[in-house]
Each structure stands twice: as C-alpha cells, then as structure tokens.
C-alpha cells in the first residue's frame, strides 16, 4: 500500500501539470487491497484517456465529458489482474489530434522540468503527454500510452523516459478508443526498457475481442552487441534536425560501434513520402471513426435543436476543436468518390512501398536508429500561434514504424545544450519486440 500512497501523495503534489483529467486515488487504494489479499504486489498505473475505464473516459473532448463506457479496455483489465493500481486517466490532445498535449478540453499537460505556475512552460509531447509525465514525475512505474504516429515515443524523448511501441497486434486495441485501426497501437512507458518488457509480458496475448491481435513468439533475446548489425538511414538526417539531435544520434552509433555493433549505412528513400502518406490515411480513418459522434446516443449535444441536422452540425462544431475539425474535413474530402483514387488509393500504394523498404532493410541488418525528434522540448509559446495549422516536423521520425507496424522504443540518450533531455529510436522487425528492449536496455546501460 505505501507504493500507490506515495504515488497518489505525488499526483497531488503535480496537479498543476494538469496529468491527469480524473483522479481515481480511491480506486486505486481498492485495487491495492484485492492486489494483495491475492499475494500480488500492487504497483501504481496511469491510463491515457482514450482507453475505456468503467469509471469515466472523455479522450480530453467535450464531446465525451460526461461519458461512462460499460466496459474497461483489455489492456486495463490485465492491468488491474497483474496487481495494477489506476491512480487516474492522463490528459492528452483531445481525441489523440496533436504533438503537443496542449489541445485538450481540459487544458494543457506542462512537464515536470518546467513551472507549471509560469505562463510559459515546455510542450510534453503528444498525443500522450499525460502518461509521459505521469512517469518522470514517478507518480507511475507504468503509464499506458497509444501510438499512432510517435505519440508515445515523441512524449518520451522529450521528458526524458523509454516510450516503446509494440508490434502492430501485440498489445489489445480492445477498448481503445480508435484514431487509425490499421495504425494504432497502445503503448508503455517507463523508467527502462527492461521494465517495458516486462509490462509487455503482463499485458500481452491473443484477446478474442481484437481480431488484428497476435502472440509473440518465443526467442531468447540478446544479451550483447557484439555483432549486431546496425542500420543508419541516410533520409533521417533532414533539414529539420537540430545539432543537438543529430550529435546525440551520432553518440549513440558510436557507443554501439564501440561494442563491437556493426554500422551500416542503410537508404529508405520513400521515408521522405511518409508524412503525406500518414496524412492522408489517418485522415480517411478520422473521417469514418469520428462519424459515430451524433450526439444521439452519447456525447455533448447542443440546445440548438430546430431540426435533426442542426443538432448533429451545431452540437460537433460546439465539442470538437478546430485540428479534429480540420481532420475531419479533410478525411471526408479524400473518401469521395472523384478523389478516392487520388489521395486515399495513391497513399494506400505509398504505404505497402514505405512498408517493404523497411522488411528489405532488415535482411541487411538487424536494428535500425534514427533520432525520435527533431530536438528537445520547445516552448509552448514557440508553438502556440501555429499548434492548430501545422503539421509537427516530429512525426516525421517516427510514423514510419506505424506504418510498417514494426516495434519502435525511444531511448533517453544524453541533453542537448539547454540542458533538455533528448531520445534515439530503435527500430526492429516484426515481432522482434523482446531483442529491441534487450538492445535498448544494453545502449542505455552504457551511456549511464
């Protein structure tokens, strides 16, 4: 019990950081006692709130604030029967449209390495700026995320803690709330990747209620980098990529090379096409997700209630933000007919191509490192006049790996000149998800 305690004593300390959007303490101290009147050892969980909880669930939109879903999520369950203890759900951009954790209906999530009382303070990342501030702040030893283009592993870099992206299907999509079907996958955070592996062990398995849901193999692992075939592509070292990024990144290359890893220059020349391409496809996928919002059965609805159309128009306009909006529109534009073939079909190509490069590159060798961002946090005063117009040069680092539905860990790799911490991504085959934790686990091990 003195674990989720002190756990619930810090979120408490942290409120002004706004990472939560509901505080469950009392649940929590429920689930502590079943957990140990089951010999199991409680340990305390934050949840993104876009997983189903039976207590509240609002994916940081007015649209869902007064929403009870009857069900937990899969992964949630798993959770709690492990010895999980739900301290709260964490704050994010609403409905999982952003980089910043700063467009949700219940205000921003502001990291811990910065004042929350300030009227400036660093962006978390996003989508899952919650659940990535949640663990550096060590309110959690697990903090569940999703990852649909880099919302874990963006969150991650930027404060400082492992953000891993399983295999596409390895972990439940059961009870989350969707963005992309074919894209999104929930995610872990935590303090290692050791640890991340060992929360991918609790949670993961067939669930017959997902049926995109795949075992993982066994295999052994590894437990050096001697010989280990490292892939660097030459398409990652863009015109967005920072000096202190790009010196990090070159660190840790070498800090494999000196362990005797084998460095191999490696060329993805259609990574320059994937930020369109995930554009398009999770537009078309937002689009169709976000049309069961009516505000018939659930969800915010407007007083404006002349005729069934203006209820349905004035009652979304009212809840959604302006990037949902904007994604909406756009999704709804590429799915008619006359521009299907256009934007939707031409990504759908771009995509399996994006997809065999990268298999291709894992015939030569067996891991691939990138940077995560361009850089360290930024400000959310350098990002506030633009946060609803453009598109994050972030996501460029790492959507490719959704995509591909290949395993992506980002891994805490030194500070840039500020003093801000900065991440490396690891890339693997599919399925290859045990290898890449052992690989992250061994490059950290060294730069401590």
Same mark, same amino acid.
């Given at each position: 019990?003195?674990?989720i305690?002190?756990?619930?004593? *810090?979120?408490?300390?942290f409120?002004?950081?706004g990472i939560?959007?509901?505080?469950?303490?009392e649940l929590?101290?429920?689930?502590?006692?079943?957990a140990?009147? *089951?010999?199991?050892n409680p340990f305390?969980?934050a949840?993104k709130?876009?997983?189903?909880?039976?207590t509240?669930?609002t994916?940081?939109?007015?649209?869902?604030e007064?929403?009870t879903?009857?069900?937990?999520?899969?992964?949630?369950?798993?959770?709690v029967a492990?010895?999980?203890?739900?301290?709260?759900?964490?704050?994010l951009?609403?409905?999982c449209m952003?980089?910043?954790?700063a467009?949700?209906?219940f205000?921003p999530v502001?990291s811990?390495?910065s004042?929350a009382?300030s009227?400036?303070?660093?962006?978390?990342?996003g989508?899952s700026?919650?659940s990535?501030?949640?663990?550096q702040?060590?309110i959690a030893?697990l903090?569940?995320?999703?990852?649909?283009?880099?919302s874990?592993?963006?969150?991650?870099?930027?404060?400082?803690?492992f953000g891993?992206k399983?295999?596409?299907?390895?972990?439940s999509?059961?009870g989350l709330i969707p963005l992309v079907n074919?894209?999104?996958?929930?995610s872990?955070?935590?303090t290692?990747?050791?640890?991340c592996? *060992?929360y991918l062990?609790?949670?993961?398995?067939?669930d017959?209620?997902?049926?995109?849901?795949?075992?993982?193999?066994?295999?052994?692992?590894?437990k050096s980098?001697?010989?280990?075939?490292?892939?660097?592509?030459?398409?990652? +070292?863009n015109?967005?990529?920072?000096?202190?990024?790009?010196?990090?990144w070159n660190?840790?290359?070498?800090i494999?090379e000196?362990?005797?890893a084998?460095?191999?220059?490696i060329s993805?020349?259609?990574?320059?096409y994937?930020?369109?391409?995930?554009?398009?496809?999770?537009?078309?996928?937002?689009?169709s997700?976000?049309?069961r919002?009516d505000?018939v059965?659930?969800g915010?609805?407007s007083k404006m209630? +002349?005729?069934?159309y203006?209820?349905?128009?004035?009652?979304r306009s009212?809840s959604?933000?302006?990037?949902?909006?904007?994604?909406?529109?756009a999704?709804?534009?590429?799915?008619m007919?006359?521009?299907?073939?256009?934007?939707?079909?031409?990504a759908?190509?771009?995509?399996?191509?994006?997809s065999?490069?990268i298999?291709?590159a894992?015939?030569k060798?067996?891991?691939?490192i990138t940077?995560?961002?361009?850089?360290t946090?930024?400000k959310?005063?350098?990002l506030?006049?633009t946060?609803?117009?453009?598109?994050d040069d972030?996501?460029?680092?790492?959507?490719?790996?959704n995509?591909?539905?290949?395993?992506?860990i980002?891994v805490?790799?030194g500070k840039?000149?500020?003093?801000?911490?900065?991440g490396?991504?690891?890339m693997?085959n599919?399925?290859?998800? *045990?290898?890449l934790?052992?690989i992250a686990?061994l490059?950290y091990s060294?730069?401590l």
């Amino acid at each position: 019990m003195h674990r989720i305690e002190s756990a619930i004593e *810090k979120a408490v300390k942290f409120r002004s950081h706004g990472i939560f959007i509901s505080e469950t303490f009392e649940l929590a101290r429920r689930q502590a006692r079943d957990a140990i009147e *089951k010999g199991l050892n409680p340990f305390p969980v934050a949840v993104k709130d876009c997983f189903l909880t039976s207590t509240s669930t609002t994916c940081a939109s007015q649209m869902l604030e007064n929403y009870t879903p009857p069900m937990n999520a899969t992964v949630v369950d798993r959770i709690v029967a492990k010895g999980g203890c739900i301290i709260g759900k964490t704050n994010l951009d609403e409905f999982c449209m952003g980089t910043s954790s700063a467009l949700g209906h219940f205000g921003p999530v502001k990291s811990a390495l910065s004042e929350a009382t300030s009227d400036d303070w660093l962006i978390p990342g996003g989508s899952s700026g919650g659940s990535a501030v949640a663990v550096q702040t060590g309110i959690a030893d697990l903090a569940v995320g999703s990852d649909t283009g880099g919302s874990t592993r963006n969150p991650a870099a930027f404060n400082g803690v492992f953000g891993f992206k399983p295999t596409y299907g390895v972990l439940s999509r059961s009870g989350l709330i969707p963005l992309v079907n074919s894209l999104d996958s929930p995610s872990i955070f935590a303090t290692s990747a050791e640890s991340c592996w *060992k929360y991918l062990e609790m949670l993961s398995g067939i669930d017959a209620a997902d049926s995109t849901s795949v075992n993982l193999p066994e295999i052994e692992g590894i437990k050096s980098i001697e010989g280990l075939k490292v892939g660097i592509p030459a398409e990652y +070292n863009n015109e967005c990529l920072s000096d202190d990024a790009w010196k990090l990144w070159n660190h840790a290359a070498n800090i494999l090379e000196r362990q005797k890893a084998q460095i191999i220059p490696i060329s993805l020349p259609t990574t320059k096409y994937s930020l369109a391409c995930y554009s398009v496809l999770s537009a078309a996928d937002i689009a169709s997700n976000m049309a069961r919002y009516d505000s018939v059965a659930y969800g915010h609805r407007s007083k404006m209630e +002349n005729s069934t159309y203006e209820m349905y128009a004035s009652s979304r306009s009212e809840s959604l933000n302006t990037v949902v909006r904007k994604r909406i529109f756009a999704g709804n534009y590429m799915l008619m007919k006359q521009y299907r073939e256009l934007y939707l079909e031409k990504a759908l190509k771009v995509r399996r191509k994006i997809s065999n490069e990268i298999r291709d590159a894992f015939k030569k060798v067996d891991i691939i490192i990138t940077p995560t961002a361009t850089g360290t946090a930024p400000k959310y005063s350098e990002l506030r006049d633009t946060l609803f117009t453009k598109e994050d040069d972030d996501d460029y680092f790492t959507q490719a790996a959704n995509l591909a539905g290949i395993p992506a860990i980002s891994v805490p790799i030194g500070k840039g000149c500020n003093g801000l911490p900065i991440g490396v991504q690891l890339m693997a085959n599919k399925l290859q998800d *045990k290898t890449l934790c052992n690989i992250a686990q061994l490059l950290y091990s060294r730069v401590l």
